[in-house]
């Protein structure tokens, strides 16, 4: 890349002032004199006036299935550790958790910003999930549900739920008082009127959809997907 790029895109300075203060002398590359129109790679120490220049991380926002037993943690002592799992290019966290027996959408990023947006309850952010139990679904159990159980010396928030088949449903929870996911709260909520979850996928964070992408895979958000996202965490405001 060449040098007054590599300053532009690192947030130092215009390519004009790059090569301006390249023509006077002020910047160096690897200890020398920088010249202009040179190229620099990965690697390459640039110092401007005396302060080395950190390039700022692309962000990057993949959108993943994570499949079942995969846990939601950057923990390297953890041998199923999403981390390891996915090998991305660049370091990336989950925006999150999802538990390990279930599957489902779990989204990574670099962008702190982003992340905190999410995490905040009063934003109360919309998460969709296809469950599976054990024995056939009641109407006492889908209005109990609805309603909001008791559990963990709390009271879940109400909720939408509509049954899909004989043992199925879907639930959508919004991030409040309780934090869904963060302590198995579908799965203890069906334990507490009497159901065992056999299975549990997120297919929506927000605006964001799982669609098709299959179980391991990933894809980057689009440019409207991460649009939309930002808009509803109020991060274009910032």
Known sequence: MRLNKYLSDAGVCSRREADRLTEAGEITVNGKRAETGMQVESGD?????????????????????KPRGIVCTAEKREKNNVID???????????????????????????????????????????????????????????????????????????????TGERSFTIILTQGLLHEGK????????????????????????NIHLKDLKTGEYRPLTEKELAELKKQIGEEKR
Not at 194 to 202: D, E, F, I, M, N
């Open 45 to 65: 120490v640039v110092v401007v006036k005396g302060k080395t220049v950190v390039p700022e991380e692309k962000k990057v926002y993949p959108a993943f299935n």
């Open 85 to 163: 799992y996915l090998s991305y290019p660049v370091r990336i966290y989950p925006v999150g958790r999802l538990d390990k027996d279930s599957e489902g959408l779990l989204l990574m990023t670099n962008d702190g910003a982003i992340v905190n947006g999410i995490m905040r309850a009063r934003n109360r952010h919309e998460k969709e999930y296809q469950v599976e139990v054990n024995k056939e679904i009641t109407p006492e159990f889908l209005k109990k549900m609805a309603s909001g159980v008791p559990i963990l010396d709390t009271v879940t928030r109400p909720c939408r739920i509509q049954k």
């Open 183 to 206: 302590k198995r709260q579908i799965r203890r909520m069906c334990e507490a009127l009497g159901y065992r979850v056999t299975k549990l996928k997120r297919v929506r964070i927000m």
